[in-house]
């Protein structure tokens, strides 16, 4: 039986609304959850790319695995969520809210972090190469073995110890945001 995307979506906010958090696996590509809450849901592994979850609330979500690509979470709230080894890729965050979140492993290729909020956040081997980073914040951030573009390893090393200089000499480091949207490099 194939559904429409409104269907899926009808179908997830109606079981959401009836209690029920597990929804591994789904097929929710393309979908539209704009501003839908749908804290501590479980969508480990589901798909959900080219999804519509700009403003959603999705704290304490399990996206483990999930496919985001190209996904729409702009002013998303992630609080604490677990995207481990979620596919980011192309993926629209500007603004969103990933504290606190694991995102171990998960790739941010080409994907747009502007302004996103990234404290506190586990990030260890996630992958962020060519991914558009002004002016989020990494305050915190475990980003070791984390992937970066050359113009942001400097500073993911200044976040792990302040006191280290940078390759041009300097100790004095960023408040701990990632800024320059020219040249993708901290001044």
Same mark, same amino acid.
């Given at each position: 039986?194939?559904?429409?995307?409104?269907?899926?979506?009808?179908?997830?906010?109606?079981?959401?609304?009836?209690?029920?958090?597990?929804?591994?696996?789904?097929?929710?590509?393309?979908?539209?959850?704009?501003?839908?809450?749908?804290?501590?849901?479980?969508?480990?592994? *589901?798909?959900?790319? $080219? /999804?519509? %979850?700009?403003? #959603?609330? +999705?704290?304490?979500?399990? &996206? =483990? !695995? @999930?496919?985001?690509?190209?996904?729409?979470?702009?002013?998303?709230?992630?609080?604490?969520?677990?995207?481990?080894? *979620?596919?980011?890729? $192309? /993926?629209? %965050?500007?603004? #969103?809210? +990933?504290?606190?979140?694991? &995102? =171990? !492993? @998960?790739?941010?290729?080409?994907?747009?972090?502007?302004?996103?909020?990234?404290?506190?956040?586990?990030?260890?081997? *996630?992958?962020?190469?060519? /991914?558009? %980073?002004?002016? #989020?914040?990494?305050?915190?951030?475990? &980003?070791?073995? @984390?992937?970066?573009?050359?113009?942001?390893?400097?500073?993911?090393?200044?976040?792990?110890?302040?006191?280290?200089?940078?390759?041009?000499?300097?100790?004095?480091?960023?408040?701990?945001?990632?800024?320059?949207?020219?040249?993708?490099?901290?001044?």
């Amino acid at each position: 039986m194939h559904q429409s995307g409104g269907e899926k979506t009808q179908r997830l906010l109606n079981a959401y609304a009836q209690g029920q958090r597990r929804f591994s696996h789904w097929n929710l590509a393309g979908c539209d959850l704009r501003g839908t809450c749908l804290t501590d849901i479980d969508l480990r592994g *589901a798909c959900l790319a $080219g /999804a519509n %979850l700009q403003e #959603a609330h +999705l704290d304490r979500a399990i &996206l =483990a !695995g @999930a496919d985001l690509s190209n996904a729409n979470l702009a002013r998303a709230s992630l609080l604490d969520a677990v995207l481990a080894y *979620a596919e980011l890729s $192309g /993926a629209m %965050l500007e603004d #969103a809210d +990933l504290s606190a979140s694991d &995102l =171990a !492993g @998960a790739y941010f290729m080409h994907a747009n972090l502007t302004g996103a909020t990234l404290q506190w956040a586990y990030a260890t081997a *996630a992958d962020f190469s060519d /991914a558009t %980073l002004d002016g #989020a914040d990494f305050t915190c951030t475990d &980003l070791e073995e @984390a992937r970066l573009d050359d113009g942001y390893a400097d500073v993911a090393m200044w976040l792990a110890d302040p006191d280290t200089p940078t390759s041009s000499g300097s100790s004095s480091g960023p408040s701990g945001n990632l800024r320059n949207s020219e040249a993708g490099k901290v001044e």
